[in-house]
């Protein structure tokens, strides 16, 4: 009888450790799918938020285009303005004191009006560099006016 419950002890050790065993395997199959599954998680959710920056990016530029798009033709309207205004005072004049006056090329007002409606809207301008930029915006409009001035004298002059 003694070998037969050596031998049972025996099968019972050897069940013991082959149940170990399995529970040891079934615990690291259930951590290493665990880490798996934790993974594949972080990895979608990164592939979500990259595909979500890469619409809100879209997304922004689409709408810096349109605001950009406005702000020229705002400035198209702006000069159209100055143009109206410009010859209203050029008609007043003319009829007042008898002669005809000259108003500057309607393409220089719309010209500077689209220039300052870009400087305008530049968010990362700081209040110096806008009063620069419109400064030189003023500055080339002088020199369109003075240019367009030029090229009528000699359009005149070349005339009979």
């Known amino acids: 009888m003694s070998n037969e419950i050596v031998a049972a002890i025996i099968a019972g050790i050897f069940a013991l450790i082959v149940g170990i065993i399995g529970v040891g395997g079934i615990i690291i199959g259930v951590i290493g799918s665990l880490f798996i599954s934790a993974r594949t998680a972080r990895i979608e959710e990164q592939r979500h938020l990259r ?35 410009c010859m209203a ?51 080339f409009a002088r020199t369109f006016i003075l240019a367009a001035r030029k090229k009528a004298d000699n359009a005149s002059q070349s005339q009979p």
């Open 51 to 85: 595909e979500l920056d890469f619409r809100d990016k879209q997304q922004r530029q689409e709408l810096e285009l349109r605001d950009r798009q406005q702000f020229r033709e705002l400035g198209i309207r702006v000069g159209l303005a100055n143009f109206e205004q």
């Open 89 to 139: 005072l050029a008609k007043s004049a003319a009829n007042r004191f008898h002669e005809p006056f000259r108003v500057p090329p309607l393409t220089g007002f719309i010209i500077q009006g689209i220039k300052q409606m870009e400087i305008v809207s530049d968010p990362h301008l700081s209040a110096e560099e806008m009063a620069r930029k419109i400064a030189e915006c003023e500055d």
